[in-house]
């Protein structure tokens, strides 16, 4: 995932500078030029003519860790002895470990945890396989699954250089929602070999989180696992993005005096997130969606290159509209970005209808900064964490998975998505709700609990929870 140009990230540079050479006011002067800012200086060692110091560094931008080096490399008397990156020490070792449940301390404990006693339990699953449910890790434990094909911001950077991402992933299903959760990158990008691979490790897990497979692959991935697991799999780069998205939107058109179903809604970006996001636009009850891509509109009767974009242009765009985004986007209530960045303008902004909203999720950089749009938007919303409002996939899949695995659903339906954006959306308040505000705090501790039960409910309701019903 790569940083924002605005994010920030502390170094610590060690460094042994000669006193008779150079003094620390030259050092701090060459770390200000090269976009760093000291935060604390410790004296490490001294000498008779030198002094070992680590200085603490802010950076803001990517390239910054590199440029200062250089930088200090290059005045007389200094030299680097060590760079300590804080995010890299996170991952030293990585991020996630595996540990037991109970501690065996006697050879009674060995022999049921083991042999002989695990021999029953094993027989007991052979006779009721569902049995596995309960007496295995798959009643809590998923696999997060890439070939890393499509990693957010950084794309095919192949499975290995993927694994922080999904070991990230796993951390987060853990820590919010309790769910234990395992990374799996696979070292191919054939869509056979990632099934029938995908379906043999099946066993030992209770939901599949597909996530960075890139497109159109990742539509078939899915869906045939959906057809031949038995088990919940989730594309959250699809899905995931979806379910927010709709939340956010449910809160942004209350604010607006507006209805989801009224809107005409720009969607620019016709990849795995856009037609997702259209599909629970479209089972959320808008009727007036226009898909856009680098080519113009979506409309029907066009030959397109693959199955998606096919049904995307059969199911949207009902005026027929043609053109570039600025052709299209003319009276549009809601833009909705799921492409690159800079490629809404103000004046496509000022083309919309009154109270516009405008949901540029590309990330690191959004179709449109939020500064160029400000006073011309009602309601702003993008994919970054340092503007209000960001559309987080967070905020969905630790409590949906926790929800599917607590009633062991074999699947997530279209009903139990708009379930979990209308949990979401409701952890914000009538008196909490306004402009900069319509879409709850990943550290919301309400999310997931609410996600959960929301879930739960919709899947009983709609006939995919195997787990007898609480209260029968």
């Known amino acids: 995932m790569a940083m924002p140009k605005s994010a920030s990230s502390n170094i610590v540079v060690r460094v042994e500078m000669d006193r008779e050479k150079v003094s620390f006011g030259t050092i701090a002067t060459a770390i200000d030029e090269a976009g760093g800012d000291i935060v604390a200086v410790d004296v490490s060692g001294t000498g008779k003519n030198a002094d070992i110091r680590d200085i603490t560094v802010n950076i803001t931008e990517t390239n910054s860790k590199d440029l200062v080096t250089r930088i200090l490399n290059k005045l007389p008397g200094v030299q680097v002895l060590q760079i300590s990156d804080q995010t890299f020490l996170m991952h030293l070792g990585g991020k996630i470990e595996v540990t037991p449940k109970m501690t065996i301390k006697t050879r009674d404990d060995l022999s049921r945890v ?40 950084l794309g095919d950077i192949g499975p290995m250089a993927a694994m922080p991402v999904m070991e990230g992933k796993a951390m987060l299903f853990k820590q919010l929602a309790g769910v234990d959760a395992f990374p799996i990158c696979l070292d191919t990008q054939d869509t056979e070999e990632i099934i029938a691979t995908i379906k043999r490790i099946a066993p030992a897990f209770g939901g599949i989180n597909l996530e960075d497979i890139s497109s159109p692959r990742c539509f078939e991935i899915e869906q045939r696992l959906i057809d031949e697991l038995d088990i919940p799999v989730f594309h959250d780069d699809q899905h995931g993005t979806a379910v927010v998205l709709l939340a956010g939107l449910y809160n942004a058109v209350k604010l607006a005096g507006k209805r989801l179903e009224d809107c005409k809604i720009v969607l620019c970006g016709i990849g795995a997130a856009g037609i997702a996001c259209t599909k629970i636009l479209l089972s959320a009850g808008a009727t007036r969606i226009v898909g856009v891509d680098r080519d113009g ?132 308040s009538e008196a909490e709700l306004n402009e900069y505000y319509i879409i709850p705090s990943v550290f919301n501790p309400n999310v997931a609990d609410r996600v959960k039960e929301a879930v739960i409910q919709a899947a009983y309701a709609s006939g995919v929870a195997r787990r007898r019903e609480r209260g029968m």
């Not at 006779?127 to 911001?153: F, M, Q, W, Y």
């Not at 492409?339 to 449109?368: C, H, Q, W, Y």
């Open 114 to 153: 083991y042999t002989p006693g695990v021999a029953n339990v094993c027989m007991a699953i052979h006779e009721d396989p569902a049995s596995a449910h309960t007496l295995t890790i798959k009643r809590n434990t998923i696999a997060v699954v890439s070939d890393g094909t499509a990693v957010l911001g």
């Open 297 to 428: 509109a979506l409309v029907r009767g066009q030959a397109y290159a693959h199955e998606a974009w096919q049904w995307y242009a059969e199911h949207t765009n009902p005026q027929m509209e043609t053109g570039a985004l600025s052709d299209v986007i003319a009276g549009a209530d809601i833009f909705i970005g799921v492409s690159g960045p800079g490629v809404l303008k103000p004046s496509d902004i000022r083309k919309m209808a009154k109270d516009p909203i405008v949901f540029a999720m590309a990330n690191p950089t959004p179709e449109i900064a939020p500064e160029e749009a400000e006073g011309l938007v009602r309601v702003m919303a993008t994919g970054r964490s340092d503007y209000p409002n960001q559309i987080n996939n967070v905020l969905c899949f630790p409590g949906l998975f926790r929800g599917v695995l607590d009633c062991r659903a074999s699947r997530v339906t279209e009903e139990m998505k708009l379930a979990a954006a209308k949990a979401i959306a409701s952890v914000v």
